[in-house]
């Protein structure tokens, strides 16, 4: 509908300013210097063009973010999950040949914190997480792990 509406206006507009010319070359000859029409009209076209680009382009970059921030997302999801299970095995691997149980308040849950913070810290930076919320991650994998092996 709006398209039939703007082709309508560029029609009543493209009339008006064409008439007076039609008139003046059925006065002086077959031709008309277009030239003085079209110079004032240039800067208005360029302005609706640009515009139009410019729309295009924020319409293309918001479906873009919109496609890529999903998998981004999902993609740091799954390095940061594949981390922690990772950091939970080498607790795990650390406590395996003694038999100790795990304090999960000593050195070794720093190292499994360290590991997951140098394997993936794009997707730490991404989510925001501080060195508490990946103790807090990887308790629960080292007890699954515990569990899986008893």
Known sequence: ???????????????????PYLA???DTGTQVNLDPLIDSLYPYVLTIVGAIIAAATAW???????????????????ALQSALMNGARYI?????????SIDLKNRHLAAGVRFVRDSVPD????????TEDIEKHLVPKISQLVAESK
């Open 24 to 26: 003046i070359a059925q």
């Open 60 to 78: 293309i970059t918001k479906k873009i973010n919109d496609w890529t921030g999903i998998s981004i997302e999902a993609r740091h999801r799954e």
């Open 123 to 130: 997707a730490i930076k991404h989510f925001g997480l501080t």
């Open 92 to 100: 795990a691997a650390e406590h395996k040949p003694t038999g100790v």
């Open 1 to 19: 509908m709006y398209s039939k509406l703007f082709a309508c206006a560029v029609l009543v507009l493209a009339a008006v300013l064409l008439v």
